[in-house]
């Protein structure tokens, strides 16, 4: 079964500094990995996919790392903004339809 | 160009009664799924559809049952709710990468 983590589970910063969330699964035969965001009392925002052919994804200021090898994603998030702090997850699904989240970074940016 | 969308938002049932969560998707995506999410517990996988006409089961399943009524719709009811099944639930769909609904947030007493 995969297991995938997530660490910190928890991470305050001063607006401006840049973020870096980990993530680790198990096992290695995955397809892709995504990263989302969820805001408190709502659902998950796709943020970046990874397919398991790349090695990393950007989009604006999001940054995501994958080593398949090592079982190993970072998203970085650059020059943080208040408008950061939400939960952080990532997912891979073992087979084309089950995803297996990690139990998030939660993110506080303080001004 | 709504995504998914989920009914209803929120939810009080008394032990025994029973519910439809309706979820709703226009990205004219072939998988759907239903996740529940716990404190502590993170996100798992109740039901997911890989296609119009088939269903199974996820991590979590009993208690629960799916309806994949068409291409855009994927029903899950709850035939005789249980505290244990207080919960957010959540819909996604994809063809590749999963979207989310709102979600529905379920009391049981």
């Known amino acids: 079964k995969q297991e995938v983590t997530q660490i910190p589970a928890a991470l305050s910063v001063p607006e401006g500094e840049n973020l870096v969330l980990n993530c680790s699964f198990t096992?290695?035969?995955?397809?892709?990995l995504q990263w989302f965001r969820q805001d408190p009392g709502k659902g998950l925002t796709s943020l970046l996919l990874?397919?398991?052919?790349?090695r990393e994804q950007t989009s604006g200021r999001l940054n995501a790392s994958l080593d398949k090898s090592s079982g190993r994603s970072t998203l970085y998030i650059a020059a943080s903004q208040p408008g950061d702090s939400a939960t952080y997850l990532c997912a891979v699904p073992p087979n084309d339809y089950k995803l297996s989240f990690g139990a998030g970074t939660t993110v506080t940016v303080r001004a | 160009n709504a995504g998914v969308t989920q009914t209803p938002k929120f939810q009080v049932l008394k032990t025994g009664q029973s519910m439809t969560l309706q979820c709703a998707q226009d990205m004219n995506h072939n998988s759907m799924y239903w996740y529940r999410q716990d404190p502590g517990m993170g996100l798992r996988l109740i039901y997911y559809?890989?296609?119009?006409?088939?269903?199974d089961k996820g991590e979590v399943p009993n208690g629960y049952n799916v309806s994949r009524l068409n291409k855009r719709e994927f029903s899950l009811r709850l035939e005789s709710a249980a505290p244990s099944q207080t919960s957010v639930y959540f819909c996604a769909s994809s063809d590749y990468e999963q979207y989310f609904g709102p979600g529905t947030r379920l009391t049981v007493t």
């Open positions: 096992d290695s035969a995955i397809y892709n």
């Open positions: 559809s890989a296609s119009e006409g088939t269903t």
């Open positions: 990874i397919q398991s052919s790349q």
